[in-house]
């Protein structure tokens, strides 16, 4: 995220609430009859699904199935009625809370299972439709599986746009070994208050401070701010996060994040100069943030410069040295499962601090020292409080222990003995009173 061939019909017509005829359902099974079966965009806020049925029994279950096409998500719902021979439900599934988002372009699939006290059960036909955003007549543009949405802009200025969008990702193909496999849906707003309402719900304060110049929702959506001076850079580097996350992303976890904004910095071209100066800067002073510092986001709006700069100049090296069909076994490596260090190693022959020290050397810096293992290292395992949710962990320890973690093992060592050792020495002096006591006795 950068911040600061499917035929659709006309997008207005979603506006619209679309009524789905269920011809044949009414004799189904010759007990439950379906009368219909609807839904309602209400974009942004919420879908509603409506059902009318009936049956000579009580009709006493109905249960509404969905899934979000493409990406694997499935799930069910039970709208609130009153049990009836004749009954009329609706669910209005939220979508764009704190728990769920959907984004426009999203493919949605549902059916209806109803059900009576009879035993009957009927299963209506699945409904597949898009959800898109109905305040705004959409216009189209595609090229080799990417579709580009607008609603305002020249058509000259979205084929510029389209023009740049192809020339990245055939340069990260070409240069990177990476190439997508599925479409992608990019819809471009003309005002940041245009597309605020699209994006994932977030605090008043930060939408109100915060410019989002494009983001990848998913594998295959992006939402893209048209009116930003850096409008065609953010569209090659969202697309090129959309086809890394398609052919890397799997079940396991996410790339290393110098991977994931290398790869992207890479589609781009040359490194812009801003980037490149304060790249060239921590070279002299010998700054550098080590590879495996950089597997994960800094928190520090400071580092973000030279964090980009560092994962591009990390990702071109590898290229440059190992090309691009190494780069290409790497991602396929991720998708299986690996972690970071692991994959480096099966592909490369190296981890993350052999990367780095590498990476150094083609730099003109000397490796970094070698990490020492300490002790709470080898002696302390990681503890999650009892009823907590455990905490995802590094894939691996820092290169460079730091000071909290040092005492971290000291204070563990000693709250042991405190607790753990005075227990075990109370234990034994009651064990010699007792049989003291037991003497004396005798």
Not at 7 to 34: C, M, N, S
Not at 95 to 121: F, K, M
Not at 412 to 427: N, Q, R, T
Request: proline content about 6%; glycine content about 6%; aromatic content about 10%.
């Amino acid at each position: 995220m950068r911040i600061a061939r499917l035929v659709l019909p006309p997008l207005f017509i979603f506006l619209l609430v679309a009524v789905i005829a269920t011809p044949g359902l009414a004799q189904a099974q010759g007990e439950i009859a379906v009368l219909s079966s609807s839904h309602e965009n209400r974009f942004p806020e919420e879908i509603v699904f409506r059902l009318e049925a009936e049956s000579p029994a009580k009709i006493e279950k109905i249960t509404l199935f969905y899934r979000i096409m493409g990406e694997g998500t499935s799930a069910y719902a039970y709208p609130d009625f009153t049990p009836s021979q004749k009954v009329k439900v609706e669910y209005a599934l939220k979508s764009n809370t704190q728990q769920t988002y959907l984004p426009p372009g999203t493919e949605i699939g549902y059916y209806w299972l109803v059900e009576d006290a009879a035993g009957h059960r009927l299963q209506t036909k699945e409904i597949i439709f898009t959800y898109d955003d109905i305040r705004f007549t959409w216009k189209k543009a595609t090229r080799d599986g990417v579709t580009l949405y607008w609603y305002s802009f020249g058509e000259s200025f979205i084929q510029e746009l389209l023009n740049e969008a192809v020339a990245g990702l055939e340069r990260l193909s070409a240069e990177a070994g990476v190439s997508y496999i599925i479409p992608m849906k990019i819809f471009i707003y003309d005002s940041k208050r245009d597309m605020d309402p699209a994006l994932p719900q977030k605090s008043e304060t930060y939408t109100q401070q915060t410019v989002t110049l494009g983001v990848r929702l998913t594998s295959e959506i992006m939402l893209l701010l048209g009116n930003h001076p850096e409008v065609k850079e953010t569209i090659v580097h969202e697309l090129s996060h959309m086809v890394i996350h398609q052919l890397a992303e799997g079940p396991f976890g996410d790339l290393p994040a110098w991977l994931d904004e290398g790869l992207a910095m890479y589609a781009e071209g040359a490194l812009p100069e801003r980037y490149l100066s304060t790249l060239n800067s921590a070279i002299r002073r010998d700054e550098l943030i080590s590879v495996r510092s950089l597997s994960s986001y800094s928190g520090d709006p400071s580092q973000v410069t030279i964090f980009y700069a560092e994962s591009w100049s990390i990702v071109k090296y590898l290229l440059d040295t190992y090309g691009r069909e190494k780069m290409s076994e790497l991602l396929k490596v991720f998708k299986e499962g690996s972690r970071y260090d692991d994959a480096l190693q099966k592909i490369y022959g190296f981890d993350m601090d052999g990367l780095d020290a590498q990476w150094r050397l083609s730099l003109g810096l000397k490796p970094r020292p070698s990490p020492q293992p300490t002790a709470e290292r080898r002696t302390m395992p990681t503890l999650v409080p009892f009823g907590a949710e455990p905490q995802s962990q590094p894939t691996s320890p820092p290169s460079t222990p730091t000071t909290a973690g040092s005492g971290g093992g000291s204070s563990a060592v000693i709250w042991y003995w405190l607790v753990g050792g005075s227990s075990l020495v109370a234990v034994i002096l009651a064990l010699v009173a007792l049989t003291l006591t037991r003497r004396r006795r005798a």
